[in-house]
């Protein structure tokens, strides 16, 4: 079974990306289980999405304690209280313009720097970086494909949907060529 966290801010997209990774990976014939958490349910306030897919239907109804991937929104809110809810071995994608040695020590996670607000500004997308982070995990994860990926975000994406898809296919291909020179 895949554990996936997501952490961001109230106002960064953290619980729509959850909801159309979902759907993609849904949409890729897994089936998917997705839940909220909301801090004081206000802009700015962390934020977690989480969800499980498996081949199998999921079952399981609690809280995830040990996911084997995590998406943070910020660099600012990799704290051990997020960290804690990932696997010894996770593996975590950060929006940062940092490289993965500038951040602090995440143990023996596998961490995937992408800055996700110069994707944004590029595409014409402003502050809202959720597909960029989207296209950058599931490159990272190898899963959903791209193209799942993209139907979904163009289905969902409430306004520049032509915007969000570059974006989105931006990252992954960023991504996806530090992973094959990294190889």
């Given at each position: 079974m895949l554990d996936i966290v997501i952490l961001g801010r109230g106002g960064q997209g953290a619980q729509t990306a959850g909801n159309q990774l979902a759907r993609a990976l849904f949409?890729?014939?897994l089936f998917v289980q997705t839940f909220s958490t909301y801090g004081g349910a206000r802009r700015g306030t962390p934020v977690t999405s989480s969800l499980r897919a498996d081949k199998n239907p999921v079952r399981l109804r609690c809280d995830i304690t040990a996911a084997n991937a995590m998406l943070c929104f910020d660099d600012s809110l990799l704290d051990p209280a997020f960290l804690a809810l990932g696997a010894d071995d996770a593996l975590v994608v950060?929006?940062?313009?940092?490289?993965?040695?500038?951040?602090?020590?995440?143990?023996?996670?596998?961490i995937i720097t992408v800055d996700g607000r110069m994707i944004a500004r590029r595409n014409n997308m402003g502050k809202v970086v959720n597909s960029a982070l989207l296209g950058a995990f599931v490159a990272s994860l190898?899963?959903?494909?791209i193209d799942t990926m993209c139907d979904v975000i163009k289905a969902t994406a409430p306004a520049k949907i032509t915007e969000n898809i570059a974006a989105c296919r931006e990252a992954y291909a960023l991504v996806a060529d530090q992973l094959e020179g990294a190889a």
């Open positions: 949409a890729q014939g950060v929006n940062s313009a940092q490289s993965p040695d500038a951040l602090p020590s995440l143990g023996n996670r596998r190898g899963q959903p494909g």
